[in-house]
């Protein structure tokens, strides 16, 4: 079965830094580009980054450009977003998708983990 | 790039039938006419039920179906059912492999 999971949320302070994890089964990891959704409490799904099937492109919505790095190790089936400078306008449930890229569209999501940026 | 505009919630009785729209700018939809909806369930992912505008992934209801107008997309719901009680949200790709999501619409079934 094809499968993303998230992990590495938690609470952090603002400021400090965070990162998540996406895993990935079921598919050839390595042939997909991967993107970072994000859902605040109470608000609507926001598109934060996305980076290429072989990580030679990143790109970034102006809200976390300069804070948010995705990468992603082919290797390890696995896609990362490092978050630093974090502020408390970036609690969120962190998803992540598989990009299709016949369809335009994000065909596998995770079930996302929780981000709050308290002190 | 602003979200693009969804009414905050709809609602209908089993059976009826309820459509979504979905608001953007020409820059938005205009020149690739990327649109997809996603459904989310609380506690799960989103999952895809339409993509460029009006093609349905396998296995998605024939009850859902998508279409296009100028620079507002639609989402339609037939014959409602218990089930199809969530969150709806469009998204549109608008270049740059920049994506832009609608804010959500609340899909009540009375």
């Known amino acids: 079965q094809v499968h993303l999971v998230e992990s590495g949320g938690g609470v952090v302070q603002p400021g400090k830094a965070l990162r998540l994890s996406c895993a990935a089964s079921?598919?050839?990891?390595?042939?997909?580009?991967i993107h970072w959704v994000r859902q605040a409490p109470g608000k609507g799904l926001e598109w934060v980054a996305a980076i290429s099937y072989d990580a030679t492109n990143e790109y970034y919505a102006a809200s976390v450009k300069g804070r948010f790095t995705i990468s992603r190790d082919n290797s390890k089936d696995t896609a990362y977003l490092q978050m630093d400078s974090l502020g408390t306008e970036d609690t969120a449930i962190y998803f992540c998708a598989k990009e299709n890229t016949v369809m335009f569209a994000f065909d596998i999501w995770g079930q996302g983990t929780m981000v709050t940026v308290s002190s | 790039q602003s979200a693009l505009t969804q009414p905050a919630s709809v609602s209908g009785s089993p059976g009826q039938s309820i459509a979504i729209s979905c608001t953007g700018t020409s820059s938005d939809f205009g020149t690739y006419n990327l649109v997809s909806w996603y459904q989310l369930r609380p506690g799960k992912g989103p999952k895809v039920i339409i993509y460029e505008g009006s093609r349905r992934p396998s296995g998605v209801s024939n009850r859902f179906s998508g279409s296009m107008s100028g620079n507002t997309a639609s989402l339609t719901i037939s014959g409602l059912q218990p089930e199809d009680e969530a969150d709806y949200y469009c998204c549109s790709y608008v270049g740059s492999s920049v994506w832009i999501f609608g804010g959500g619409t609340k899909l009540t079934v009375l």
């Open positions: 079921g598919f050839t990891f390595s042939h997909f580009g």
